[in-house]
């Protein structure tokens, strides 16, 4: 069909009859050729990989729902290719995950150091390094705040606001998208998880939630970024 066009001649695009933007998702679809952005057509950029023809929702009315990949396999991160069923199993998969929880493992006692916040110092860094992983059981000295132990990954999305737009990485296949907050928390709080989505950065000192003073700010600065990331491994 016709491009929809603008005064300046210039092509526009999607349901929102905006202009081209780089900085925003977009997906074509496979019947008009048209380009929707995703926030428009409720399309994660994350979840583009999993769809084999896409039909916009003016296509949807002729031609049906948009059709998925057909999944030949769960222990593969290409689980749409035949070929992959013989292989062995990836980590971060499904497969993976489940026969993870089913084994048992040793005390950590063996190889965790147990430190105190005096510890953490620039001299004492230098001197143990992180030749092993750390507890840090004593916070006195150590320069943050230590959050209560209710604070979760919930409260991270009241600080930072539920339309923060936040950087992840798909692990398996090591591609990087855009995600607001609201939507990583639903695919968080989901138990039924079909892939890793690791948030790459956190930039707190940007929020405008007025409640939070500045020095607050900088103590929650390492405290957010810690919880969003033990959050993955949870």
Known sequence: KAPVMADDNSVLYCICKQLYDSQRFMIECDVCKDWFHGSCVNVQEHEAYGIDVYHCPECQKTHGPSEVKQQYNWHRHNYADPSENSKVVQSGTAVFIRDLKARSFSSSGAIVSHVKGSDMIVLGLEAWGFSQPIIVDDPT?????????????????????????????????????KIRMSDWMNYYLNPDRRKVLNIISLEFSNTEKHSIQNTEKQQYCFLLFASLSLSFVA
């Open 141 to 177: 000295n150590l320069g943050i705040v230590v959050p209560p132990d209710t604070f979760d990954i919930t409260d991270v999305e009241r600080l930072i606001g539920s339309d923060r737009e936040l950087d992840v990485i798909d692990v398996a296949r090591q591609t990087d998208s």
